[in-house]
């Protein structure tokens, strides 16, 4: 046996558990306010080379100098770390685990660049999301996928946890505007073509043993009017056919990247129309006003509470304020508690930190609203127990409260004794 961060690691792990096609059900650990990652979490000092990946914008081609692993080794250093990442997950209490995207160097460029039709040699400019030119993939040709993309990642998260797991794939819009596009008449020609790719993958990602797949369009917010125009209906087709619960990613940029954050969205209600079943937002470094998911009375809202732009470990009852926050707009049962966005630049001790007050305000939460249910039962418990009277008429009728019997006046007792005595007389 061999540890990885202090985590034992048994032999041949990668391939025990199950046999191809099988699949294991998993469990969940609460029905109301599971807890989640939004998807990434901090990869080990060892993988990759941390202080490179913070003085970067979020690499939209290949950026294979962020590994410090030889590439004869990189898949088994990228699993054991994966390994590292769920084992955190499980330990913090995580009902729906995922495998911290340990192999990406961003959330988008692990996929976007395996498509057929981009020149990842040939790489083109775009402007990302802070304005600031980035290199991107160029689109050469249609765009294609050639290959599933994760689905061995996928397989490799489901052998290694009983737990509900989560996968999270770029989507189409944001793909669309992370490329030079010099081939599609229009971006919008482009998006659609992004959408079948995603499509087949989200299906094979399911076939895997997927329990929730995520598509992250975070340029949705950044580019509002384009969103509308044909970003939701791209996402539309990404869904199309889809056969398990489905969810989409909606944020205002890392927070290491970004740090001004707007006051409310400017892409969100538009989601009620679309047919995915959650909704990803972050509430907490932003101090969203909540009222807005009034807007999504279908969905359940995956909400951000964690900050991650604040190295402090939030207490479990400030995590419990966030939460509740959300009530008057949006029931409990309908609510995933997850940090506002990816983890993937925190320390990894403030983010398992961050990731324990989660689980634990949760907890908090739970217990407050099962109080609540318990002290209304046991009222009505009591209501139900009071005997029933039959009044002449043949109806029934509670019991009426005795009246209150009425005080004597001082000094008044004896001279009423007193004249009964005369009377009698």
């Not at 079943?277 to 006003?289: F, M, P």
């Not at 359940?300 to 479990?316: F, H, S, Y």
Request: charged share 30%.
């Amino acid at each position: 046996m061999r540890r990885i961060d202090g985590i034992a690691i048994l032999p041949g792990l990668r391939n025990t558990n199950t046999t191809p096609g099988e699949r294991r059900m998993p469990q969940p650990l609460h029905t109301l306010l599971p807890t989640s990652l939004v998807g990434s979490y901090p990869q080990p000092d060892w993988l990759v080379d941390r202080d490179n990946l913070r003085g970067r914008f979020p690499p939209r081609v290949r950026a294979r100098e962020l590994w410090r692993i030889d590439p004869r080794f990189l898949e088994e250093a990228q699993d054991d770390a994966t390994i590292v990442a769920i084992r955190d997950q499980e330990r913090a209490g995580l009902d729906i685990v995922t495998d911290g995207e340990m192999r990406r160097e961003s959330y988008s460029n692990r996929f976007a660049t395996a498509l057929e039709g981009i020149d990842i040699d040939n790489p083109g400019t775009a402007l990302d999301r802070s304005g600031h030119p980035n290199p991107v993939p160029r689109i050469a040709g249609k765009i294609r996928r050639k290959y599933p993309v994760q689905v061995r990642d996928t397989e490799f998260l489901r052998r290694n946890t009983s737990r509900m797991i989560k996968m999270t794939v770029p989507g189409p819009f944001t793909m669309s505007q992370q490329a030079q596009n010099d081939f599609y008449r229009s971006p919008a020609e482009a998006a659609m073509d992004y959408a079948k790719a995603v499509n087949e993958e989200i299906k094979d990602l399911f076939a895997a043993g997927a329990d929730v797949v995520q598509i992250d369009e975070p340029y949705m917010q950044a580019r509002p009017q384009a969103a509308r125009e044909y970003g939701l209906k791209a996402l539309q087709a990404a869904l199309d056919g889809v056969k398990g619960t489905t969810a989409v990613h909606i944020c205002f940029g890392y927070a290491a990247i970004i740090h001004a954050r707007p006051e409310g969205y400017s892409f969100l209600p538009e989601f009620q129309q679309c047919r995915v079943h959650q909704v990803s937002i972050e509430t907490a470094q932003s101090n969203l006003d909540t009222s807005i998911l009034e807007k999504l009375p279908d969905k359940t809202i995956v909400l951000g509470v964690i900050d991650l732009d604040n190295m402090a470990v939030e207490t479990p009852e400030v995590v419990a304020a966030r939460i509740t926050r959300a009530f008057p707009h949006c029931p409990p049962e309908r609510i995933i508690v997850a940090p506002d966005c990816g983890m993937k630049y925190l320390p990894r001790e403030v983010a398992y930190g961050k990731m324990v007050s989660m689980v634990k305000g949760a907890a908090l939460v739970r217990e407050a609203l099962e109080n609540a249910r318990d002290a209304v039962d046991k009222s009505k418990k009591r209501k139900a127990a009071m005997p029933e009277i039959r009044t002449a008429s043949g109806g029934a009728a509670r019991p009426a409260a005795r009246p209150a019997a009425r005080p004597v006046a001082k000094g008044k007792g004896k001279p009423k004794a007193k004249a009964k005595a005369a009377k009698k007389r």
